[in-house]
Nanobody, 124 residues
Framework: QVQLVESGGGLVQAGGSLRLSCVAS????????RAWFRQAPGKEREFVAT????????NYADSVKDRFTASRDNAKNTVYLEMNSLKPEDTAVYFC?????????????????WGQGTQVTVSS
């Protein structure tokens, strides 16, 4: 049974940093596409970042480009999201996702597996 567990969320002031982690279990995830999404209250879940397979190619939403960095450690089945220069509009529940075959990586329905989410709150 595949499980994804996020951690690292919290409360931070604007301009601060946080590092999220997502550990996968119940399989071998080296070739899986891993992604981060977020969902603010009353809004749809939105794409944040994707990181591909063993090559580690990344892709980011325009709203977080140059501030967020996704990385992965395949030996630990873990992906990370380093978030710098945080803004109040980054406040959301952050979810990690994983999929073996992902055709439309910016769409939530492209991913088969999801974590439970971790809250990130940025105060002004």
């Amino acid at each position: 049974q595949v499980q994804l567990v996020e951690s690292g969320g919290g409360l931070v002031q604007a301009g601060g940093s946080l590092r999220l982690s997502c550990v996968a279990s119940g399989g071998t995830f080296e070739r899986y596409v891993r992604a981060w999404f977020r969902q603010a209250p009353g809004k749809e879940r939105e794409f944040v970042a994707t990181i591909y397979g063993s090559g580690g190619i990344t892709n980011y939403a325009d709203s977080v480009k140059d501030r967020f960095t996704a990385s992965r450690d395949n030996a630990k089945n873990t992906v990370y999201l380093e978030m710098n220069s945080l803004k109040p509009e980054d406040t959301a529940v952050y979810f990690c996702a994983a999929g073996r075959v992902v055709v439309t990586p910016r769409r939530p329905d492209a991913y088969a597996y999801w974590g439970q989410g971790t809250q990130v709150t940025v105060s002004s």
